[in-house]
């Protein structure tokens, strides 16, 4: 019994060590393709695109709507005075592009965009031949 207690305790470090070192190397070689993180769901008149955009002013984005694709692209940049001296930086700083595919027509002019908080919500219309009608059945 004493034996295998130190059996396990030493297995689960080795696992916790191994896990340690694995996220450190997701980490450094992680893939930015995901982001900005993004949802977009359904609502009855369009649809509703929201992304977390941290750090990111409204000049340093860019939205654009063609053939049922949306691509939104801009870049992070670092914000500290020119004179500053930086002496630790973990925000990365890079330029972003993702793109969409719609699921169905939007009208292209009448979407609005509005960044509050960190949070880009685009909204995105339906085209009024994608819109839903309603058909009454009468009874006979």
């Known amino acids: 019994m004493f034996y295998n207690y130190y059996t396990l305790q030493d297995h689960l470090l080795n696992r916790f060590r191994n896990r340690m070192l694995d996220l450190f190397e997701e980490s450094e070689t992680r893939d930015f393709s995901s982001w900005p993180p993004t949802n977009i769901y359904d609502e009855e008149d369009g649809l509703i695109m929201e992304t977390v955009l941290p750090g990111v002013k409204d000049k340093d984005i860019e ?3 063609h053939d049922n694709v949306i691509t939104l692209s801009g870049e992070r940049k ?3 005075p020119e004179n500053s001296q930086l002496h630790r930086r973990e ?5 972003f592009s993702r793109s969409f595919k719609l699921p169905y027509n939007i009208k292209t002019d009448k979407i609005k965009a509005n960044l509050k908080d960190g949070v880009l919500t685009v ?4 085209h009024p031949q994608e819109k839903t009608k309603k058909i009454s059945i009468k009874a006979s």
């Open 63 to 65: 939205l654009n709507v």
């Open 123 to 126: 909204e995105l219309p339906k």
């Open 78 to 80: 670092l914000n500290y």
């Open 91 to 95: 925000r990365p700083v890079s330029k």
